[in-house]
C-alpha cells in the first residue's frame, strides 16, 4: 500500500512536533545532574527533587506528584521557552502571557495584584482595618514603654504614583482603598505616620521616581522616601539628596524577569554619591538577609525597622544616618528586640499591597498584663486555641465563637493573669472577625491548665469560653 503525499506530509509534521516537545525532557535526562539547580531567572524558589523516603524513614505516598512539580520547573530549556512565549504573546498579541504581570502603555508594566489599590476598591474589610489600628496602638504601646517613637511607613504600589500608564480598561473608581482607610483610622491615635504616598505623588512629575519594569521605586523615589521619612521623625537628613548623582541603565525589573527570564532588558535608576562610613556588624551576604546590623561613626541615634523589599534601597541612606541601625525581615516582626537594645526610633514599613500582614502575624512581644473584672463563665462555648515553645515565649494563637467577632479586644486569662492579644488570623479556623494571637511568658502555664477567653464588644465584657491548655512542638 503506498502512502500519500498528505499523508506522508502529515506523518512528518507529528514527527517533528513530537520531536521538538522531546527536546526538553531528552536533554534533562543527558544533563546528568538531577540535583543540579537550573539559572533561576524567575526569582522564586524551585521545587527540590523528591525523596523517595520521609523523615521517619516511610515510603513516601506524594513522590510522584512531587516528581511531577520538580520536573515541570527544572526541564531544561524552560527558561528559554518560557522567554520565546514572552515574546511571542507580547509581540504579536499585545497581552502579558504571565496573568501576575499587566504590560502598560509607553512600556511600564505593573503588578495585577495591587489593581484594587490602584483603582479605588478597599479589599479589607472596615473590622480588618480597626484591627490594624488595634495591633499598631499595642505596638506603639510597647514602643513607648521602652523610650522609642513608632512611626509607621507604608511604600505606595507603583499604580498609586503612577496610574496613567495603566491600560484604559482600568477605570479609576474614586473610592478610597485599603491605605486611605488606615490612614483614616490611625488620626485620632497619635501613631506617627510617615505619609509617603502624598510625597510621591507631590513630586512624581519632578523625575521619575519607580522603575518601569520593577514594582519597587528606583534610588530617586528612595531617597525621596528617606528625606520624608526623616521629616517625620524630626530628624535632620543629612543633605544626602544634594550629594551628586548619575544617571545609570543597569536595573534588572522583577515584573520583566517574570515576562522574560533570559531576556535582557536593563532599567533605568540612579547613583547617589553618598558617603559610605557605615559597616555591617556581623556578617552581611546581602540586602535581603533575614537581620542586617549597622554601625557609623558618624551617625547618631539609633533605629530599628522591620522591612520588606522597599527598604533594601533605604539601607545606605539609613545605615550613614544613624549610629546603628538594626533591620528585620521577619514573618513574626521581633519587636522585642527592645528588650535587650536601646532605640530611640522603631519603624514598621510595608508596600501597601501587603497591609494585610497586620492581621496575619503577631509581633513578637510580651503581652500586656491587664486588670479585668472577668464576666461569669459560660462552659458551653469552646474556644479555639494552640500554643507551641518560641523562645522565651509560648507563642499562642486562636479563634473564638463567631457571635463575638465584631470586637475591640480580646483577653486570655490563665493562673489568675490576663493578658491582651493581637487581632490577627493565624489559625485555620480563625477569619478577619474572630482570630487572635499573643507571646505569654514561657512559664505561664502548662499542659492541662484552664486558658479563659474574654472579648471586649461595645464597652462590654463577654466571656468567650475556656480551654484546656496544649503545647505543642513548633512545626518545622
Known amino acids: ?12 509534521y507529528a514527527v517533528c512536533v513530537l520531536g521538538i516537545l522531546m527536546i526538553p525532557g531528552a536533554v534533562t535526562v543527558f544533563r546528568g545532574n538531577k540535583t543540579a539547580e537550573p539559572d533561576n531567572a524567575e526569582n522564586r ?27 515541570s520547573e527544572h526541564f531544561a530549556l524552560r527558561s528559554e521557552l518560557v522567554t520565546a512565549y514572552g515574546t511571542l504573546s507580547r509581540s504579536v498579541f499585545g497581552v502579558s502571557p504571565e496573568p501576575d504581570v499587566i504590560i502598560g502603555k509607553d512600556g511600564w508594566l505593573y503588578y495585577a495584584e495591587t489593581v484594587d489599590d490602584i483603582t479605588g476598591v478597599q479589599t479589607c474589610t472596615d473590622r480588618e482595618i ?32 503612577y496610574p496613567q500608564h495603566l491600560p484604559a480598561r482600568y477605570l479609576q473608581t474614586g473610592g ?16 506617627s505616620v510617615c505619609d509617603w504616598r502624598g510625597a510621591l505623588q507631590s513630586h512624581a512629575g519632578d523625575r521619575q521616581l519607580y522603575h518601569k519594569l520593577d514594582t519597587h521605586w528606583n534610588n530617586d523615589g528612595a531617597m525621596l522616601g528617606y528625606d520624608t521619612l526623616m ?59 533575614i537581620t542586617i546590623r549597622t554601625t557609623c ?27 546603628s541601625c538594626t533591620y528585620s525581615r521577619a514573618e513574626a516582626v521581633p519587636l522585642d528586640l527592645l528588650e535587650t537594645a536601646q532605640t530611640d526610633f522603631v519603624v514598621y514599613e510595608r508596600v501597601e499591597r501587603e497591609l494585610r500582614d497586620l492581621v496575619l502575624h503577631a509581633p513578637q512581644m510580651p503581652a500586656p498584663v491587664r486588670d479585668l473584672t472577668l464576666p461569669q463563665t459560660d462552659a458551653g462555648r469552646h474556644p479555639v486555641l494552640t500554643a507551641e515553645p518560641a523562645g522565651a515565649y509560648l507563642h499562642c494563637s486562636g479563634a473564638f465563637a463567631a457571635e463575638y467577632g465584631d470586637c475591640d479586644a480580646v483577653y486570655v486569662t490563665v493562673n489568675g493573669t ?42 462590654t465584657l463577654f466571656d468567650a469560653g475556656t480551654v484546656a491548655a496544649q503545647i505543642t512542638e513548633p512545626t518545622a
Open 1 to 12: 500500500m503506498k502512502l500519500s503525499l498528505k499523508n506522508a506530509a502529515r506523518i512528518a
Open 45 to 71: 524558589t524551585l521545587a527540590a527533587f523528591p525523596e523517595t523516603r520521609t523523615e521517619d524513614g516511610s515510603l513516601n505516598r506524594n513522590y510522584f506528584s512531587e516528581l511531577e512539580a520538580w520536573f
Open 130 to 161: 480597626a484591627h490594624m489600628r488595634h495591633n499598631l496602638e499595642l505596638m506603639q504601646e510597647y514602643t513607648e514603654a521602652h523610650g522609642a517613637k513608632l512611626i509607621v511607613a507604608v511604600a505606595p504600589d507603583k499604580g498609586s504614583i
Open 176 to 191: 478610597k482603598n485599603n491605605l486611605d482607610a488606615l490612614y483614616e483610622a490611625l488620626k485620632p491615635t497619635g501613631i
Open 231 to 289: 521629616q517625620t521623625a524630626g530628624l535632620d537628613s543629612m543633605g544626602f539628596s544634594g550629594t551628586a548623582r548619575t544617571e545609570t541603565h543597569d536595573w534588572t525589573g522583577d515584573l520583566w524577569k517574570m515576562l522574560s527570564p533570559t531576556q535582557e532588558r536593563p532599567d533605568d535608576n540612579s547613583a547617589y554619591a553618598l558617603p559610605q562610613t557605615w559597616k555591617a556588624a556581623g556578617r552581611m551576604r546581602s540586602v535581603d538577609d
Open 297 to 323: 561613626s558618624d551617625g547618631d541615634r539609633s533605629l530599628l525597622i522591620f522591612r520588606d523589599s522597599f527598604a533594601r534601597a533605604l539601607i545606605p541612606m539609613l545605615s550613614q544616618r544613624f549610629a
Open 418 to 459: 490576663s493578658y491582651e492579644a493581637f487581632l490577627c488570623c493565624e489559625t485555620e479556623d480563625a477569619h478577619d472577625a474572630n482570630g487572635f494571637a499573643l507571646y505569654l511568658p514561657a512559664d505561664a502555664f502548662r499542659t492541662g491548665d484552664a486558658l479563659t477567653v474574654t472579648v471586649l464588644r461595645g464597652g
